[in-house]
């Protein structure tokens, strides 16, 4: 069942709830995010960065994707998440991937607008919805560094800028940043709910990885409609691996090792998933 973004965050921002966008490095994680979205009949966004997408090929990534949703039983989306260039985009589109990011995030508020509506323009010919980013989200993910200024999405800006790109949902910039938090995030809820007031497209959260339940919840309830993880995932992945060969230091098979990786990332979403509220959605 794979499909575009474009009902899931819809129907999301409809019923109240958030559609968890897990960022997958291999097919045991590719394995790991469907188990879980099978298991709570949860909708699922899977997605891929440019690093991740220079390390493989899109066409790789999508292949692996496309055979697990052609499985599942779920409402599955392979997102392009970060989109930093034309040639990413298209090569993303032209792979298959069902839903495309383009972060202009980093360039003037002009230019923003203008490489993302040359993107929705790309991708709605083709009814691909389009995902941009207005302010910027700080922290390093992958090989994207915005730094750690990490200033807000200015609500008066986000309402100008949907008009002008008619892109179909908006990550913004609440508190939240990439990576590994130094201490406890704060997100800032008056700015959200200035942001949500005058923008009526489904809002995006990214840097979730750290942010605590209770902040993801309220995000929710105020209408965030897709959250990211990425971070948390390769942790968690990691920590199965290393679990697993630190118990046998002979292993060489590394579908043993790589079993472990996929229980602990199941593990891992399949809680991100009830706490967004997603179980039984799909």
Do not use: W
Request: glycine share 8%; charged share 25%; proline share 4%.
């Amino acid at each position: 069942m794979l499909v575009t973004t474009k009902e899931l965050l819809l129907d999301a921002q409809r019923s109240k709830y958030a559609v968890g966008a897990f960022n997958v490095e291999n097919m045991e994680m590719v394995i790991a995010v469907i188990r879980s979205a099978e298991n709570t009949k949860s909708p699922v966004i899977m997605q891929t960065t440019p690093g991740t997408v220079k390390y493989a090929g899109a066409d790789m990534y999508f292949a692996n994707i496309k055979a697990a949703a052609e499985r599942a039983s779920v409402p599955v989306a392979c997102h392009l998440d970060h989109g930093n260039s034309l040639a990413i985009v298209v090569q993303a589109f032209r792979a298959g991937y069902t839903s495309i990011m383009i972060d202009g995030s980093k360039l003037s508020f002009a230019d923003n607008i203008a490489i993302t509506k040359s993107v929705t323009e790309i991708c709605h010919a083709s009814n691909i919805p389009v995902e941009a980013e207005l302010g910027r989200v700080g922290g390093k993910e992958d090989n994207l560094d915005n730094g750690d200024d990490n200033p807000y999405t200015d609500p008066d800006e986000a309402s100008e800028f949907v008009e002008k790109t008619e892109c179909d949902s908006l990550a913004v910039a609440v508190g939240t940043a990439h990576g590994v938090y130094k201490g406890t995030p704060q997100i800032n809820f008056d700015v959200l709910d200035k942001i949500r007031k005058v923008v009526d497209i489904p809002l995006v959260l990214h840097g979730t990885s750290g942010v605590p339940d209770e902040q993801v919840i309220r995000c929710v309830s105020m209408g965030m409609c897709k959250v990211n993880y990425a971070t948390d995932l390769r942790i968690a992945y990691t920590y199965g691996v290393k679990k697993y060969i630190k118990e046998n230091p002979g292993v060489f098979d590394p579908k043993k090792y790589g079993s472990y990786g996929i229980d602990e990332v199941t593990r891992y979403v399949t809680e991100r998933m009830r706490v967004l509220g997603s179980c039984g959605r799909a």
